[in-house]
């Protein structure tokens, strides 16, 4: 019985010192209105919503971000991106995929960055 109870301290010791750490991860989203849908506009209207994603993030204490999407609207631009505590990459030293293949509708990698 006293084995046991050995073997069972040691394994709750394992079990406990190897639990992975929680990351915390948020989809913010966020819109500016556009004027128009000449490019300077929506170039312009994109970089404020990223901006106010990109602050929201850091407000959370969220250092890395995605962009997710990025929607061009009637009278608006919209944003989405995923942020995160952890970089993606430190785990397995490979590229965090994107949404679903890694690449957008144009064959571009999403575009990703540190706050």
């Known amino acids: 019985m006293r ?3 050995g073997f069972a301290l040691a394994l709750l010791l394992i079990l406990v010192s190897a639990a992975p750490t929680a990351a915390t991860v948020a989809t913010i989203a966020t819109t500016t209105p556009l004027e128009n ?4 506009s929506v170039n312009a209207a994109v970089q404020a919503a990223l ?7 850091a407000a959370m204490g969220l ?5 997710s999407h ?17 970089d ?3 785990d397995t030293g490979e590229a965090a995929p994107g949404p679903e293949s890694g690449a957008g509708a144009d064959g571009r990698a999403p575009a990703e960055g540190k706050i």
């Open 37 to 40: 849908h000449e490019e300077q």
């Open 3 to 5: 084995r046991f109870h």
């Open 51 to 57: 901006k106010m994603a990109v602050a929201g993030a």
């Open 63 to 67: 250092r890395w971000f995605q962009i």
């Open 88 to 90: 993606p990459e430190a």
């Open 70 to 86: 990025a929607l061009v609207l009637d009278d608006a631009v919209a944003v989405q991106i995923v942020a995160t505590d952890e």
